[in-house]
């Protein structure tokens, strides 16, 4: 039995533009994942858009990137780097098991408008995932969330009759099961 995999994620954000991530990209990253909020074509409201991952991010950060280039109005772009170290052992794939699993829990669990991967199944194992921003013009963790669905934890324990229990730290909590989300979804942030 695998031991349970805790991802703890630094985001650092907003960016206005892809062009401004990457450049941020190039300077300050290597490997890490990308979210993206903002609006699609036809959309009202902000929402939670599409979260990649990367060896190298910055080469996944182009303007004509088949995902971010849909997300047309409002568009920020968070940088997120792993604060955790990998679990020991083969690894069978070429991506690392932290970006991997950061990535899967996010696309299946929120409501990611343009992730298809991960998003049919949750994990093959138990895994938790915290996220923490920090704004990219003063690097200090900023007073509000950057969108109010991203929750501070996402946590699969992976047994049997187990849900995921999805918790922002301002009192909110919501349990998940572990079926495979629809496209028609209300998002998150709209719960009270």
């Excluded at 088949?66 to 772009?77: A, T």
């Excluded at 007073?143 to 918790?167: M, Q, T």
Aim: aromatic fraction near 12%; charge should be positive; proline fraction near 6%.
């Amino acid at each position: 039995m695998q031991k349970h995999l805790m991802i703890a994620i630094n985001w650092y954000g907003p960016y206005k533009t892809v062009k401004a991530a990457r450049d941020s990209a190039k300077e300050f990253y290597g490997e890490g994942l990308y979210f993206a909020i903002g609006r699609c074509k036809g959309e009202k409201r902000r929402s939670m858009q599409y979260i990649g991952i990367g060896n190298d991010i910055q080469t996944r950060l182009k303007d004509d990137h088949h995902k971010l280039r849909l997300v047309q109005s409002s568009v920020e772009i968070w940088l997120g780097e792993i604060a955790t170290a990998n679990p020991s052992g083969r690894r069978y794939k070429a991506t690392k098991p932290t970006l991997d699993y950061a990535e899967w829990l996010h696309a299946f669990y929120l409501p990611m408008q343009l992730n298809e991967k991960k998003t049919r199944r949750a994990p093959d194992r138990s895994v938790t995932v915290m996220n923490k921003w920090y704004s990219c013009e003063d690097w200090n963790t900023p007073e509000n969330r950057p969108f109010p669905g991203w929750p501070d934890l996402i946590d699969y324990p992976h047994d049997d009759c187990s849900k995921a229990r999805i918790v922002w730290f301002d009192g909110k909590m919501k349990e998940s099961d572990s079926q495979p989300r629809t496209r028609q979804s209300p998002t998150i942030g709209a719960v009270a």
